[in-house]
């Protein structure tokens, strides 16, 4: 395994409190991973000079020491 890249999108919840939220849609591919192997990386969306939202966040799954 080199990666995993999973985007992330900003929601409010019934409070108005943010949170945010992706998932991944391989129809053709299943993962078994071992978690106590990894690093996750959580990268916030990129915002323009008006603070809107022009790339989403990203989680990113690695090989610890990669």
């Known amino acids: 395994m080199r ?3 999973i985007p992330l999108y900003l ?3 019934k409070n108005e409190e943010e949170y945010m939220i ?3 849609d391989f129809d053709d591919m299943s993962l ?3 978690l106590k192997n990894v690093t996750f990386i959580i990268f916030d ?3 323009d000079s008006d603070g809107k ?3 989403p966040g990203k989680l990113v ?4 020491g990669a």
Do not use: F, H, N
């Open 32 to 34: 078994s991973i071992d």
């Open 53 to 55: 939202i022009t790339a």
């Open 61 to 64: 799954i690695r090989p610890k």
């Open 11 to 13: 929601k409010k919840d």
């Open 3 to 5: 990666q995993i890249e």
């Open 45 to 47: 969306p990129s915002e």
């Open 22 to 24: 992706g998932s991944l």
